[in-house]
């Protein structure tokens, strides 16, 4: 699944976690190299799989390994998360042995629209499936799937983690920038749907109005060569710091989150800045205005739109009182519906009721 761990990753870390601490037993598997480093210690249980597949055998065979693993430990129910994990799910059911368990597949969003023609097949993959978002309900439904089959639950972030008493702002001291500084950071896997393109350009617009400002962009991924040689020549003003795993103290850092993406769901990154109090500016593209409600928690510029996106940026810097009050705010949103423990007892109850059918 590569070294870079975005927000589904993420998500699955976090709901482990919860799940454990209710009493159950949790077993992730997965391609080792980042989750296994990730739940190291939390008592949930990693198992090596190459999971990541997409050629018939190598279904098949994932699924050899996932039916082993539930006859071995006895799991009840298994929880995919996408449309691939889902036919390997489904094809588990299937030996000389019986192997009954239940299958309810996570579906944060399918790597690319096109596939969602072939969203129907999780009628017959899967018994229910869990979305992040009502945008990402709707994309199912208009993809064949049967609406009765989908629970939306909005996946969430441990506001504990994510909280300025409980973080620094490592990149002020790592750059030596003054408190004063306005710094404007994107945080996601470097991939084409990201637009790290406009953030770059945006950047360089505000930068001519107000030298002072810095721009951060965190990530890794296979967009790596092509966001670098984007951003030669502007080291002075924005800074490339790769992957990291301090997120809420880069967030600490900054004064107003930007996530420019041309497609998304109900991204996680989003609700992470909330929880720091950050004002967050987003793109008017899927779930994201079920987050963030435009001048009231935050702002919402349209995609690939740069100059937009500098425009807003520049609003920040203009308007610091403004700022802290939308941050503010977007941290009681974040507590009114993406609260942690919140996630963890609404995805108990929706496994309990399919265990109990």
Known sequence: MGNDIGGAKNDVITLSNELKKRGHDVFVFSAPGVMDQELQGSGVQFVPAPFYTRSPWGLFRASRLLRKEIRKNQIQLVNPQGMFTAAIGWLAHFGVASCKFKLITTIHMISSLRLYKWAWTLNTFTEAIITESSCERNRLIAGGVKPERITVINNSVDMERFSREKSAPTLRKEYSLDDSAPTFGLI????????????????????????QAHFFIVGDGPCHDEVYSLAKGKEAYLHLTGARRDIPDILHSLTCFVLNSKTESLP????????????????????????????????????????????????????????????????????????????????????????NQ
Request: glycine share 6%.
């Open 188 to 211: 996601a896997r470097l991939s084409p749907e990201k637009r790290h393109c406009d953030f770059i350009k945006a950047a360089e617009i505000v930068h001519q109005h107000y030298p």
């Open 268 to 355: 996680l990154s989003i609700r992470e800045a909330m929880s720091m109090r950050l004002p967050v500016i987003v793109t008017d593209v899927g779930g994201n205005r079920e987050a963030v409600i435009d001048g009231v928690n935050g702002w919402v510029v349209p995609p690939c739109q740069p100059e937009k996106l500098a425009e807003r940026m520049c609003h920040v810097i203009n308007n610091p009182e403004e700022s802290v009050k939308l941050g503010e705010e977007g941290h009681r949103f974040c507590q009114k519906c993406f609260e942690v423990h919140n996630w963890g007892r609404k995805t108990e109850d929706i496994f309990k009721k399919m265990l």
